[in-house]
């Protein structure tokens, strides 16, 4: 399993985001070897996937309404589809949808934020926060020296 300073998670509605993060992540970053990973919230079922999650430095979540439908076709009696993320080390842009759109419940009666475990322990953004307020926050998260604390479960959604 191979390590990456940032994974960024999206859906095909919000592509621009991914490669705007990691320019912002890589400014922001002192390591000269900076790596990412983009990865599709349709390839998140890949057990590879999980093990990137896992292993990420940095994982960023674009939340955009696709984003949403995703997690609300995912079986709410399964593994969180973030499971293998630390919360500590996660941030989830919200792109064109409102925090309180994660709080909805999905047919099996879960909240989308199931999907997030310890949600509240994620810190959030929206999408039109200033360029500047992004790269400190992904400054600050690459830079926590805080023991990683990682999660024994796996993401999976088949849909």
């Known amino acids: 399993m191979s390590s990456v ?4 998670v999206s859906n095909t509605d919000a592509e621009l985001w991914p490669t705007y993060i990691i320019d912002q992540a890589a400014s922001a970053s002192a390591s000269a070897g900076f790596t990412s990973r983009t990865l599709l ?3 998140l079922s890949r057990p590879s996937s999980a ?3 896992r292993a990420a430095r940095v ?5 955009s309404q ?5 997690l609300t076709r995912c079986p709410g009696h399964g593994d969180p589809v973030f499971g293998a993320c630390s919360p500590e080390r996660g941030l989830i842009l919200l792109c064109g949808v409102e ?4 709080d909805q419940s999905t047919s099996s009666g879960r909240k989308i934020s199931y999907h997030f475990p310890r949600y509240s322990s994620w810190q959030r953004l929206q999408h039109d926060v200033e360029r500047s307020v992004l790269a400190e926050q992904l400054k600050s998260l690459m830079s926590d020296d805080r023991a990683v604390q990682l999660l024994q479960t796996t993401a999976r959604c088949d849909v």
């Open 5 to 8: 300073d940032v994974c960024v």
């Open 41 to 43: 919230d349709t390839e």
């Open 51 to 53: 093990d990137t999650l």
């Open 59 to 63: 994982v960023v979540v674009v939340v």
């Open 66 to 70: 696709g984003h949403i439908d995703y």
């Open 99 to 102: 925090d309180h759109e994660l």
